[in-house]
Every structure is written in structure tokens, then in C-alpha cells.
């Protein structure tokens, strides 16, 4: 079992843990994630590693609730344990040799843009982050980037937090100003990551998204993450989570990524009714 070190609540649906984990820590990369389950009876449920202290051995995890699994995994408080904390598992972004890059976030997406905007800037990357969020209220992560990033621009839809507008509106205005990126790096919703691949490709700007659909198993072996790119079949949890962008068949993904919905929100709303059951 693995303990929970620190918790923090970052906005009224996402929260930050540090767990740990000392084995994974030692090997964690931008771009990886674990596998966890809150208790042995639990589904499991991928989550993106959003940070790592190789020293103090932990592993930081940020999770938006949005189900069952992670309003029970948000129950928990420092000190208690999740049942299992498997990785770090899928390929490292590949961040060597980047001299200017743009790393593009939406939303709870940013959690995992953070450590790569992190990483390339220690290997003295120019890094410009664009990050977007619906409203103030719902902006994370705003320190932690101005330490990781040389340029950072702030976006809402509301105009309430930073400029008003699109994450896409931020990055062609750069480009159009003179910035020349050896690549672009997006990680956010599926139909933003869309549209910024679509901006990137109309400029001939190489770009990378990171995708990450269902997954179960994280090895392969169950098809839940299967992505079309270039044509091909590719899984997620092997063969990503970083893509071409420009290659990956984004509305099937947004096809795909929406058919559950429905049933998350019921298994959300019993979970909710259960654990005000126990309050009683």
C-alpha cells in the first residue's frame, strides 16, 4: 500500500496528492503516468504523473473528480493509503535537444503540461506556456508555471483570469508576432488539443499531443485506449501518451472518449450518496 503524504485542494474539483512511492519516483519522466486503485475492491484508473522528489521519494498525482474512483480517492487525506500505485508506465515525452517550444494546456490537462514545461526548462529550453481554463475559479498550477516557463501567457473563455479567449487565439498571435517554435506541445481536452493541432499544422509547425483516453490495464493487453494515427493503430498506455498531433484521428477519439459519460455520472452521484450515508 502507499501512503498519502500531502494533499492540497487546488479548485472545488481538483485536488493535488503527493503519494509515496520511492521506487517510482527513482524512475518517473514527463510524460509517464501510474495506475492506482483506492481499495482492493476499486476499479482502476490511470492518472498522469504530475510531479516527482526523487529525494524525498514521492510522487505527485493531480485528478479532477469526475467519477466514483476519484471522489472516493478524494476522501482520502494525508496519512491514509490507496490500495495500489503502479509506474510509472507508458513512454517519456521526448524533450531532448528542444531549443523553443511552446507547451499549450487546457483545464486540468495543465497538470500534466507542468512537468514538461518543467523539465525542458531545466535543460535550458526556452519555453513559452499558454495556459487556458473556463474561469479564475477554476486555474491551477499559476505559480508553478511561472518558475517552469521564460514566457507565460494566461487565458480564460470569461476574461476573468488573464486574456480573454482561446488557448489557440494566445499561440497564433505568438506565431504571427515572429515567435518560431521548434515544436508545440498540447495537452488539454481533446477538441482543444484538436484545434491547436490544426492551427500548428496550417503554420507547418511540428506538434505533439498527449492523449489520454480510457485505460484498464496500462500494458496493452485490454484495447481500452486504442487510438487511430496516421491510419495505424496505435494504444496510449504503450505507445504513448505522446502522438504527431497532426496524424491522430481527433473525433474519433472525441467519439470515443464520450461514451461513458453517462454511466461515470451515475456511478458518480451513487458514490456521493454513499459517502453523505456515512456522515449520517
Known amino acids: 500500500m502507499y501512503q498519502i503524504r500531502r494533499k492540497r485542494k487546488l479548485n472545488a474539483t481538483v485536488t493535488r496528492m503527493e503519494i509515496d512511492a520511492p521506487m517510482i519516483a527513482k524512475k518517473?519522466?514527463?510524460?509517464?503516468?501510474?495506475?492506482?486503485r483506492v481499495d482492493e475492491k476499486g476499479e482502476r484508473i490511470p492518472l498522469t504523473i504530475a510531479d516527482y522528489d526523487r529525494e524525498r521519494g514521492t510522487v505527485t498525482i493531480i485528478f479532477q473528480i469526475a467519477g466514483a474512483t476519484t471522489e472516493a480517492l478524494n476522501q482520502l487525506n494525508e496519512g491514509d493509503w490507496v490500495q495500489d500505485?503502479?509506474?510509472?508506465?507508458g513512454k517519456p515525452s521526448d524533450l531532448e535537444g528542444?531549443?523553443?517550444?511552446?507547451?499549450?494546456?487546457?483545464?486540468?490537462?495543465?497538470a500534466i503540461a507542468y512537468p514538461i514545461s518543467k523539465k525542458l526548462h531545466q535543460q535550458g529550453c526556452e519555453?513559452?506556456?499558454?495556459?487556458?481554463?473556463?474561469?479564475?475559479?477554476?486555474?491551477?498550477?499559476?505559480?508553478?508555471?511561472?518558475?517552469?516557463?521564460k514566457k507565460l501567457v494566461k487565458m480564460s473563455d470569461d476574461g476573468s483570469w488573464g486574456e480573454k479567449g482561446l488557448v489557440t487565439n494566445a499561440l497564433e498571435s505568438l506565431i504571427t508576432a515572429g515567435e518560431q517554435y521548434d515544436e508545440v506541445i498540447t495537452i488539454g481536452?481533446?477538441?482543444?488539443?484538436?484545434?491547436?493541432?490544426?492551427l500548428t499544422k496550417k503554420y507547418g509547425i511540428p506538434t505533439v499531443a498527449?492523449?489520454?483516453?480510457?485505460?484498464i490495464d496500462?500494458?496493452?493487453?485490454?484495447?481500452?485506449?486504442?487510438?487511430?494515427?496516421g491510419g495505424e493503430m496505435k494504444f496510449a498506455c504503450v505507445d504513448g501518451p505522446d502522438f504527431d498531433g497532426h496524424k491522430i484521428n481527433f473525433n474519433e477519439a472525441i467519439a470515443r472518449g464520450t461514451a461513458y459519460r453517462e454511466f461515470e455520472q451515475k456511478a458518480r452521484e451513487e458514490a456521493c450518496n454513499l459517502f453523505q450515508g456515512e456522515v449520517k
Open 210 to 215: 498527449s492523449m489520454n483516453p480510457i485505460m
Open 28 to 36: 518517473a519522466e514527463p510524460g509517464q503516468f501510474i495506475i492506482l
Open 85 to 89: 500505485f503502479a509506474g510509472p508506465l
Open 127 to 149: 519555453v513559452h506556456a499558454i495556459i487556458g481554463f473556463r474561469t479564475r475559479s477554476l486555474a491551477i498550477l499559476e505559480e508553478e508555471f511561472h518558475h517552469a516557463s
Open 218 to 229: 496500462g500494458t496493452g493487453m485490454c484495447g481500452g485506449c486504442r487510438l487511430s494515427v
Open 189 to 198: 481536452p481533446l477538441i482543444m488539443m484538436k484545434f491547436v493541432c490544426e
Open 98 to 110: 528542444k531549443k523553443k517550444v511552446a507547451v499549450v494546456g487546457g483545464g486540468v490537462g495543465c
